[in-house]
T-cell receptor
Framework: QKEVEQDPGPLSVPEGAIVSLNCTYS??????FMWYRQYSRKGPELLMYTYSSGNKEDGRFTAQVDKSSKYISLFIRDSQPSDSATYLCAMSTSYDKVIFGPGTSLSVIP | EPEVTQTPSHQVTQMGQEVILRCVPISNHLYFYWYRQILGQKVEFLVSFYNNEISEKSEIFDDQFSVERPDGSNFTLKIRSTKLEDSAMYFCASKLSAQPPYGYTFGSGTRLTVV
């Protein structure tokens, strides 16, 4: 079983749609959970982070962590064409090494 | 906003040659990292570096790889004898302190092509 799994997509939605992105993981020791956005040929850019289980909201973005199910989600409300990118879930057991999911490619069509 | 700067943006090298990838972390950051991303694959941890020594490294980071902070501002990744499978984007990251990993700032990467 892979440590972090994520549907690669591609996911294509119309502008204004609600987008749901998900990851599952196998290591119950993960306690730091992050979502990164990556544009083509650029480095990952941190979008959201949560510690342990729970929800966190920031503008149009909501991150959810369910440690009992080993499942994390990112919701994007009122999606915009500028949200078109690859979204990487990431997690860590410590302050250092981060394990990334393979990423989901999202296209928001005007 | 402070940035992590990586040079060059693209490097082409012949198999068996040595390459050095350079990074200038954010100036007051103390923790430094290299990650790589093979085309179409996930971002993978290579090594973490603090207080002039390696804190942790992955199994990818074998004897062909080394890291150095030669002058207090640059952070370099050296690959001694490149292989075709070393072709990837290499990302440098830094963070200020012993804070959770969401303190990372990534650079834009160096695309290494081994021919």
């Amino acid at each position: 079983q892979k440590e972090v799994e994520q549907d690669p997509g591609p996911l294509s939605v119309p502008e204004g749609a609600i987008v749901s992105l998900n990851c599952t993981y196998s290591n119950s020791a993960f306690q730091y959970f992050m979502w990164y956005r990556q544009y083509s040929r650029k480095g990952p850019e941190l979008l959201m982070y949560t510690y342990s289980s729970g929800n966190k909201e920031d503008g149009r973005f909501t991150a959810q962590v369910d440690k009992s199910s080993k499942y994390i989600s990112l919701f994007i409300r009122d999606s915009q064409p500028s949200d078109s990118a690859t979204y990487l879930c990431a997690m860590s057991t410590s302050y250092d090494k981060v394990i990334f999911g393979p990423g989901t490619s999202l296209s928001v069509i005007p | 906003e402070p940035e992590v700067t990586q040079t060059p943006s693209h490097q082409v090298t012949q198999m068996g040659q040595e390459v050095i990838l350079r990074c200038v972390p954010i100036s007051n950051h103390l923790y430094f990292y290299w990650y790589r991303q093979i085309l179409g694959q996930k971002v993978e941890f290579l090594v973490s570096f603090y207080n002039n020594e390696i804190s942790e490294k992955s199994e990818i980071f074998d004897d062909q790889f080394s890291v150095e902070r030669p002058d207090g501002s640059n952070f370099t990744l050296k690959i001694r004898s490149t292989k075709l499978e070393d072709s990837a984007m290499y990302f440098c990251a830094s963070k200020l302190s012993a804070q959770p990993p969401y303190g990372y700032t990534f650079g834009s990467g160096t695309r290494l092509t081994v021919v």
